[in-house]
């Protein structure tokens, strides 16, 4: 059966895949810049604006229902490590393009961010999947579950190839063809 957490769960293979290929980016002593902006615009457009938009929108809101506080416990440590990951990503996008600006010493300052993001998201959605996701699965109803996932195609990404969740998808295989 599909449900609203196995959804979520399966948006994170792909973001753990991206964050897979982001240690390997870090790794790399002249990655092409247009392959570090690639990572920002998937983790702009697919990890934050896609799945963190339909847990911040729809599922969590959902659990607030069932007596989850967004204010204090596993939601609220979720949302401020959502807070989090956009502070790294805004430091990867400074200092990318301080390098298209020629300083030869911001692609280290855009690895530590990218390090950074690598580790919370990790940590992230491990807490999602192994803590918050199972004790969202024992108080939702098959009901629940089929509400939330009707509410998330309602916010299936526009994807500049206009492919929506595959675009993104063959984009990450693309960087994986390259950093692995
Ligand atoms: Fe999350
Ligand atoms: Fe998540």
Redesign the pocket.
């Known amino acids: 059966m599909k449900t609203a957490t196995k959804d979520l769960e399966n948006d994170h293979i792909h973001i753990l895949r991206l964050t897979d290929i982001m240690e390997q980016v870090t790794k790399t002593v002249a990655p092409e810049i247009s392959d570090l902006e690639s990572i920002v615009s998937l983790i702009k457009n697919f990890a934050d604006g896609f799945h963190?938009a339909k847990?911040e929108k729809i599922f969590f809101p959902g659990l607030e229902e069932k007596g989850f506080s967004p204010h204090q416990g596993p939601v609220a440590v979720?949302l401020a490590?959502?807070i989090q990951g956009r502070e790294y990503v805004r430091g990867m996008e400074e200092y990318i393009k301080l390098c298209k600006d020629g300083d030869i010493t911001a692609l280290k300052y855009v690895f530590a961010n990218m390090s950074g993001y690598v580790t919370l998201l990790r940590n992230?959605i491990s807490k999602?999947n192994n803590i918050l996701f199972r004790m969202a699965d024992n108080v939702l109803t098959p009901e629940d579950h089929a509400r939330l996932l009707d509410e998330y195609s309602k916010v299936e990404p526009v994807s500049p190839h206009g492919g929506g969740v595959t675009d993104y998808i063959s984009e990450i295989e693309r960087l994986n063809s390259i950093y692995h």
């Open positions: 963190h847990e979720m490590e959502h992230h999602e």
